[in-house]
């Protein structure tokens, strides 16, 4: 039959001392024994037992140093000690909670008493244990929540990514089709020389070389940074709007972006992953400017997203902003929270939590909104960087 009782180490150099814990406790528990400190060290690290019986006044190491080297090896330091001693005096008690004791037992000691002070100790490290586990069990689930959210975000990347290269394949697949189905005319009509097809296959040839550099781009796009970069924001706001310009141009938006045209403003941190919260930004603005619109505002106003990236005076701040009526009050205060959305089927309401986790932990800032005349502003402000040497 399994023993499922507690192991008490009991640590006296007195064979007599140990003899007289060994009957009062061996019925209730699993017994060890040392007859010093540093044995006693020896014995908890390889059993670590549930708790430690220790005396004090015992030769080479007494049990205050004992105590006091058990606390800091991590893996035993958690182990109640119970100081068991002749030693009444109130500075020996004191001296043993200094060194890490949860008890004192004066000898001579009453069998009851020592059972009692044990068994409330082990209750009490088992508790301790047991609160500890389900706190690794919580946290081990929010790590995987965690994942999933970015598993999730990335699907989503995915899914504007496959469109986005719909929307910019559209005009060279048409340019395309009309080139091919030109053969045959000219072909009917003898036009069909050799300089006819020299130009034919080059015109064909330049368009799926432009097709292929949009799928590169955006399989660049999707690509985590992998290290930090010190690099140019502007250059990266510039980035994202270029390989989505077909998607703005199909939903008639129009893009601002007002920089101080002198300088360069550079930031250290992921660039991908920066990119990846401009585009989560620039697809809010898109989609509350497409619904403002289906719901008829008042004022008819053509879509329009403005950038302001400014130097402050040790950061880069970035506004994004837009004329996309602003956000729901009813989300206001949980904005940035996972799954809030208002777009029922066709959010996920993970754009804006992912976007705050890579601003503040993977690139040091931070990002906060507010709704103004006619929509919504987003501000993001990152380490301002003053490269040593001019970046190429
Ligand atoms: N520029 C904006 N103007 C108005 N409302 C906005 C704007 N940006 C965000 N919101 C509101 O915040 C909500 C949460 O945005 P978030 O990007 O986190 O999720 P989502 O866009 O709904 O879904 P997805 O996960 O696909 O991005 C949106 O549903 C929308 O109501
Ligand atoms: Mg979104």
Same mark, same amino acid.
């Given at each position: 039959?399994?023993?499922?009782?507690?192991?008490? +180490?009991?640590?006296?150099?007195?064979?007599?001392?140990?003899?007289?814990?060994?009957?009062? +406790?061996?019925?209730?528990?699993?017994?060890?024994?040392?007859?010093? %400190?540093?044995?006693?060290?020896?014995?908890?690290? @390889?059993?670590?037992?549930?708790?430690?019986?220790?005396?004090?006044?015992?030769?080479?190491? #007494?049990?205050?140093?004992?105590?006091?080297?058990?606390?800091?090896? !991590? $893996?035993?330091?958690?182990?109640?000690?119970?100081?068991?001693?002749?030693?009444?005096?109130?500075?020996?008690?004191?001296?043993?909670?200094?060194?890490?004791?949860?008890?004192?037992?004066?000898? !001579?000691?009453?069998?009851?008493?020592?059972? @009692?002070?044990? $068994?409330?100790?082990?209750?009490?490290?088992?508790?301790?244990?047991?609160?500890?586990?389900?706190?690794?069990?919580?946290?081990?689930?929010?790590?995987?929540?965690?994942?999933?959210?970015?598993?999730?975000?990335?699907?989503?990347?995915?899914?504007?990514?496959?469109?986005?290269?719909?929307?910019?394949? /559209?005009?060279? +697949?048409?340019?395309? %089709?009309?080139?091919?189905?030109?053969?045959?005319?000219?072909?009917?009509?003898?036009?069909?020389?050799?300089?006819?097809?020299?130009?034919?296959?080059?015109?064909?040839? %330049?368009?799926?070389?432009?097709?292929?550099?949009?799928?590169?781009?955006?399989? &660049?796009?999707?690509?985590?940074?992998? /290290?930090?970069?010190?690099? #140019?924001?502007?250059?990266?706001?510039?980035?994202?709007?270029?390989?989505?310009?077909?998607?703005?141009?199909?939903? #008639? *938006?129009?893009?601002?972006?007002?920089?101080?045209?002198?300088?360069?403003?550079?930031?250290?941190?992921? /660039?991908?992953?920066?990119?990846?919260?401009?585009?989560?930004?620039?697809?809010?603005?898109?989609?509350?400017?497409?619904?403002?619109?289906?719901?008829? /505002?008042?004022?008819?106003?053509?879509?329009?997203?403005?950038?302001?990236?400014?130097?402050? #005076?040790?950061?880069?701040?970035?506004?994004? @902003?837009?004329?996309?009526?602003?956000?729901?009050?009813?989300?206001?205060?949980?904005?940035?929270? !996972?799954?809030?959305?208002?777009?029922?089927?066709?959010?996920?309401?993970?754009?804006?939590?992912?976007?705050?986790?890579?601003? $503040?932990?993977?690139? &040091?800032?931070?990002?906060?909104? @507010?709704? *103004?005349?006619? %929509?919504?502003?987003?501000?993001?402000?990152?380490?301002?960087?003053? !490269?040593?040497?001019?970046?190429?």
């Amino acid at each position: 039959m399994a023993d499922n009782r507690c192991t008490v +180490l009991i640590v006296d150099d007195e064979s007599g001392s140990r003899q007289l814990l060994r009957q009062i +406790l061996q019925d209730k528990y699993r017994l060890m024994f040392a007859a010093s %400190g540093i044995m006693a060290l020896e014995a908890a690290k @390889s059993v670590q037992p549930d708790l430690i019986l220790l005396d004090i006044i015992m030769p080479e190491m #007494d049990g205050y140093e004992a105590c006091k080297k058990l606390k800091a090896i !991590p $893996e035993i330091s958690d182990i109640p000690v119970i100081f068991i001693s002749a030693l009444t005096d109130i500075t020996e008690k004191v001296n043993a909670f200094k060194s890490g004791a949860v008890d004192y037992v004066c000898k !001579p000691f009453q069998s009851d008493e020592v059972i @009692s002070r044990i $068994e409330t100790h082990l209750k009490l490290y088992n508790l301790q244990r047991h609160l500890e586990k389900q706190v690794e069990v919580e946290v081990n689930k929010r790590r995987m929540d965690e994942q999933m959210l970015i598993q999730q975000s990335k699907m989503a990347a995915t899914g504007e990514m496959i469109g986005a290269i719909a929307h910019q394949w /559209r005009q060279p +697949l048409n340019s395309l %089709g009309l080139i091919v189905q030109d053969v045959e005319d000219a072909f009917d009509a003898g036009e069909v020389t050799k300089g006819y097809l020299k130009q034919f296959v080059s015109q064909c040839m %330049g368009l799926i070389k432009l097709m292929s550099h949009t799928v590169e781009d955006f399989q &660049n796009f999707l690509k985590p940074s992998g /290290r930090q970069d010190t690099f #140019d924001v502007t250059e990266a706001f510039y980035e994202v709007i270029h390989l989505f310009s077909d998607m703005l141009k199909k939903n #008639d *938006i129009s893009v601002q972006i007002n920089t101080p045209e002198t300088c360069r403003i550079y930031t250290t941190g992921y /660039r991908n992953e920066l990119k990846q919260v401009i585009l989560n930004l620039i697809n809010n603005s898109r989609d509350a400017i497409n619904a403002g619109q289906k719901k008829g /505002r008042a004022v008819a106003k053509d879509g329009l997203i403005t950038i302001d990236i400014s130097e402050g #005076d040790n950061n880069v701040i970035a506004r994004i @902003s837009d004329n996309g009526g602003g956000i729901d009050d009813s989300i206001a205060d949980k904005l940035f929270e !996972p799954y809030v959305t208002t777009k029922g089927e066709g959010g996920t309401g993970i754009g804006l939590y992912m976007s705050k986790a890579i601003i $503040e932990n993977k690139m &040091n800032g931070s990002i906060s909104v @507010s709704n *103004i005349e006619d %929509g919504a502003e987003f501000t993001i402000k990152l380490p301002l960087v003053k !490269p040593d040497v001019e970046i190429q």
